[in-house]
């Protein structure tokens, strides 16, 4: 699901250490989704998100209102997994997936490797005309973030309808090829970035499982120093109401503190 897709200009160098990472536990990234109740022109009026998919994060659900589901397609199929407050449901790269919107669906959203989905890890389920290159994909996939609230919602709505073209077609295709040539088309479209993205993997959550081992490594020589460094750390939103792929966005800023 993401954040969106906003790009970010990446830091320095990474070092590894375990005073250095500061973000959230594990290098997740956390957002607050409320999804999107707009009417699609197919499933008869269905509401709901932009599908896509992530090359290289996992994604987590935790729902805390309302009721909808997340429709899901992968090389085993299409599946539907209800969704309802308490439910709990994740899903791995490649997956690609679909909220839908059954009556004021809320859900507080886990993304792996803090960052990357921040960075572009994730590609719209659009035509394959629109994904030949990174120029085309992203004329008609960009929000623009300094545009009036109206013409920012005019281009999140065209594109979820853009995107859910091409995931129609990939759910009513015969056989494995068509999404196979997808897989292909948004591995293409990502590689330019996958420098950037490595960096962002290597401050965050690579560091994050790095620290650990140290404290680990420290404690087994009776060394428990690293407990005096002990910190604490609260944040509210950074931005409220963004318009993300599935539904608006309040996002924050757990970045901060990593190295």
Not at 3 to 32: K, N, W, Y
Not at 138 to 145: D, G, L, Q
Not at 168 to 188: I, K, M, V, Y
Request: charged share 20%; hydrophobic share 40%.
């Amino acid at each position: 699901m993401g954040t969106g897709g906003d790009r970010q200009v990446p830091g320095g160098a990474a070092v590894v250490s375990t005073e250095g990472f500061g973000g959230l536990p594990g290098g997740v990234a956390v957002s607050h989704l409320s999804v999107y109740d707009w009417p699609a022109a197919i499933d008869g009026g269905v509401c709901g998100g932009t599908p896509h998919m992530h090359l290289t994060c996992s994604e987590g659900y935790v729902v805390t209102g309302g009721r909808g589901a997340v429709q899901t397609l992968t090389a085993t199929g299409y599946e539907v997994t209800p969704l309802a407050a308490g439910t709990v449901a994740w899903f791995t790269p490649g997956t690609i997936h679909r909220l839908v919107n059954e009556g004021d669906l809320r859900i507080t959203v886990l993304m792996q490797n803090s960052g990357l989905p921040e960075a572009g890890d994730a590609v719209l389920t659009l035509p394959p005309q629109y994904l030949t290159d990174p120029e085309t994909y992203a004329a008609v996939t960009v929000i623009p973030v300094d545009a009036p609230e109206a013409e920012q919602e005019r281009v999140a709505r065209a594109r979820r309808d853009l995107a859910l073209e091409g995931y129609e077609a990939l759910r009513s295709a015969d056989g494995p090829e068509a999404l196979a040539a997808f897989h292909r088309a948004a591995a293409a479209l990502v590689r330019p970035r996958l420098a950037e993205w490595r960096e962002r993997w290597e401050r965050g959550a690579r560091a994050a499982a790095a620290a650990t081992g140290e404290q680990l490594d420290r404690l087994d020589r009776g060394d428990f120093s690293h407990l005096a460094d002990a910190a604490v750390r609260a944040e509210q939103p950074s931005a409220y109401g963004k318009f993300g792929m599935c539904g608006r966005l309040d996002v924050y800023d757990v970045h901060k503190g990593t190295v």
